[in-house]
């Protein structure tokens, strides 16, 4: 019997949140953005463009974005959805959601947050679905350009 060749992407067989192996996925992450730095040192833009195309598609890319996201002071905090990842299920499915095609910022969901003088101040939460592809192409962007340097505008 042969075996039918399946078409689409590749499924990464990581199905527990927990059995995601966080080493291998930083060191490619890190790997990554090693390359983004070293083509941009060399002014290669399409290359950059490329690397970060393949940063925000990875599998690791996403999962430490959702990580990331989850794993911080506001992981209890929902946005406009009045969704939380709080479980390891929640959090493998938004890695498997996450997709650039689809994604459309949501309206922030507006909140007053009382100041010392005793009037109110306005604070924006974004939904959590919101947080991560920023988070992907950013940890390339931050990572080479450092926060005291504005980051080129044909990057974004």
Known sequence: ??????AGASFHGVTDWHAIDWESANHKVRRLQARIVKATKEERWGKVKALQRLLTHSFSGKA???RRVTENQ???????DQIIWNTPH???????SLRQRDYHPQPLR????PKKNGKKRPLGIPMVRSYCPPYGKLSGLHYQWGSDQPIPRILL
Request: positive net charge.
């Open 110 to 113: 507006r909140i007053h947050i």
């Open 74 to 80: 506001g992981k209890n905090t929902p946005g406009v």
């Open 90 to 96: 929640k959090k493998i499915n938004a890695i498997y």
């Open 64 to 66: 430490l974005a959702v």
């Open 1 to 6: 019997m042969t075996a039918v060749p399946s």
